[in-house]
């Protein structure tokens, strides 16, 4: 079977990540286990390509943007509060299916541009993963043997409209359709980030509200309902997931992909939630 074979929502947090150590990582120890999880169901999957969106990549203005050099290659640690420990993942690229995202998503009026660095069709020269790809490919995809391609995709998520999101994560599955390709989709995705008074973002009762009503339509089977969330109430709550969920809900749309809840926790001041979407 072609097509989308696997998909999933996938925090970023790297307090999750056991090898770099940080302060207060036994906090996230049901994340841990759930990205685990993830991990050994997309490999029972058996992907070609693992399709992350990421949240905090290279952004183009009004437009996703796909990361198009042969390879890309990502670098967590060492942290500030850590053990000193570092990691290194590369991937090469699956510019095929770029080309054939970016087909499917102007057939539906949605912007999509490549994105290059130096000499892109030398393997030399790679492009950087954000920590949005990194933490979760760590998991899912960066020791499966053999190991998939990547195609590694970032919003512009100020000024588009919200109702293209969905689009895009249509256009991911025809694509994956159309090129024959076995392809997993990774929504990468922190939830509320004003859980904790002294955190960076301060605290807001908007992001425990915001991660309830994730959760709830999560467990509907329903994520294409965060459309109809408040955006007010959303930039409350600081969440970097609203997007990447809908990319998310539209490749899954019509389709008989069900969600199972693995984890949700608030280790530090955002939120982290684990979903895999299989099909019965």
Known sequence: MSGLVFACIAPHGSLAVPLLGERGMEKAQATRAALEELGRRMAAAQPETIVVVTPHGHRIDM????LNNMRVQGTL????????????LSFAVDRQLNAAII????????????????????????????????VPLYFIGAMFRPKPRAVIACPDRGNMDW??????????????EGTGRRVGLIASADMGHAHDIHGP????????????ASIQAVQDQEPGRLLQFDLDWMQRAATDSFGQILNLAGAIEGTDFRGELLSYEVPTYFGMMCVAYEKP
């Open 63 to 66: 437009a996703f943007s796909l």
């Open 103 to 134: 087909e499917e998503a102007q057939k539906m009026d949605v912007p999509v541009k490549n994105v290059y660095y130096a000499v892109d069709d030398d393997p030399a020269f790679s492009m950087p993963l954000d920590w949005g790809a990194t």
């Open 163 to 176: 109702q293209l999101f969905p689009k895009f994560g249509k256009a991911i599955r025809l694509a994956a």
């Open 201 to 212: 973002y301060g605290f807001n009762p908007a992001s425990a509200e915001y991660d309830a």
């Open 77 to 88: 640690g060492p942290e500030e509060d850590g053990n000193g420990n570092s990691l290194t």
